[in-house]
């Protein structure tokens, strides 16, 4: 799975320009938390609703009402955004992605080509893309398992299934207790969750968690 499959498109972008209340209506009216910035079609900055809301005035300011509004109608994005992106492209692996964003702490990049913004993969696409990896919004009998990490096993386990007609919903493979084995999150369609046991038990190491 690619980046371009799962990114936000169209991309929602500001103008650096842009006083910080209208950003930050813009993006509750779009139900955005962060924003490229853009400026004559070329990327300049990102900005999300944390670096405008913390640019406000605090709530226990002394000033009044007209005094912040004024105040705030001359701070504008560039101002607030940051301006070093990384970014990233269409055809960069899904994974990747997440790792750069996990690896940097950061919560969405641009999705560039030719030089131009044509999405962005955030937070939330990978968690889509989480739910259907382990099946979540499918029904089905849920099994964790603990493996030897050793060659074979996951056919093991797919034969066992298959041979009592089973179908995988989803399938995911972890990281284990130790470098010697493997956790294995399954959903199985089709079995009850006693078939599931008797069928996966002569072929794992432990079953974690079974459950319907």
């Known amino acids: 799975m690619l980046v371009g499959e799962r ?4 991309v929602i ?3 650096p320009s842009m006083p910080i209340t209208e ?3 813009l993006m509750k009216k779009e139900r955005i938390r962060r924003a490229p910035i853009v400026k004559d079609g070329k990327l ?6 944390k670096d405008l809301l913390n640019a406000s005035p605090s709530p226990v300011t002394t000033l009044s009402i007209w005094e912040m509004n004024y105040l705030l109608s001359k701070v504008t994005v560039s101002e607030v955004m940051t301006a070093n992106v990384m970014t990233i492209t269409e055809d960069t692996p899904i994974e990747q992605a997440a790792r750069v964003m996990v690896d940097n702490k950061i919560g969405g990049l641009p999705v560039m080509r030719d030089g131009h913004v044509v999405g962005i993969i955030t937070e939330t696409d990978l968690f889509k893309v989480f739910l259907e990896l382990l099946g979540a919004r499918e029904p089905g009998v849920r099994v964790t398992v603990l493996i030897e990490d050793q060659p ?3 056919a093991q386990i797919t ?3 298959s041979e009592k007609k089973g179908n995988f919903v989803s399938f995911g493979q972890f990281t284990g207790e130790n470098p010697s084995n493997k956790i294995v999150t399954f959903k199985v369609r089709g079995m009850s969750p006693d078939d599931v046991r008797d069928a996966i ?4 190491k432990e079953i974690l968690d079974l459950r319907s």
């Open 13 to 15: 972008t500001i103008s």
């Open 7 to 10: 990114m936000s498109k169209p």
């Open 159 to 161: 034969e066992a299934i």
């Open 44 to 49: 300049v900055g990102i900005v999300s609703d």
């Open 201 to 204: 038990n002569p072929v794992v």
């Open 152 to 154: 074979g096993v996951l």
């Open 23 to 25: 950003a930050l209506n």
